[in-house]
């Protein structure tokens, strides 16, 4: 085959070059882009392993946007506990949050667009089941059908009797995005947030079944 013999000349090529260098650049210079191909695989395949493993433990990944942990000490067991209140069995699954990512205040328009960025690629890759935040930050994600719509997968008796967070999809349908939580709530409680947030189920979770017992969990 052409390529094996391709291959067998640049080997005696690169045997009769003196130096390391020149070896390497050789190499660089006739095979860059079939390491760069390898690289990437390697890299996607790892992430994609990473993911499946980690996916086995975790029985939900939450984002708290803006909240208080920073000036608060936090109880994280809020999320496990509102679960197994559901009727959830955790066995060895933990609950994955992250309560640090923070957009406006005292960051510069290049920090929040960088967070803006993570959390639309979490939004996208399935990396997110429960997102809470204040409405200005909830409704970047409403257009996009970002959310589950609740109407569909909790009670209306239960739901209609929330202060909820709505909007008109493309079809002309009236989707329930999210539920405000007032102070008061089992995640004010736990030191996560002073003022009233929005919490929503992620459309694309892998975990939504999940995300949805939490949420009736604070509402019941």
Known sequence: MRFIEDIRKDRIKISQMETRKEKLLFIWDYYKFVIIAVVCILLIGGISVGQALRAKDVAMYVVT????????EVDETVFM?????????PGDKVVDVNDFMSLGGMFTEE???????VLTALFTISDLDVFVADEEYFAKYVEDDGYADLSKLIDGDILNSQKLYK???SDGVEV?????????????????YHDEVLIGACASGNNLEEAILFIKSLID
């Open 111 to 117: 920090e929040d667009i960088s967070t803006m960025q």
């Open 65 to 72: 946007l803006n909240s208080d942990y920073s000036i608060n």
């Open 167 to 169: 909007h008109v999809n």
């Open 81 to 89: 506990d509102g679960l197994v209140k559901e009727g959830y069995e």
């Open 176 to 192: 329930v995005d999210g539920i405000y939580l007032e102070p008061g709530s089992m995640l004010h409680k736990a030191g996560y």
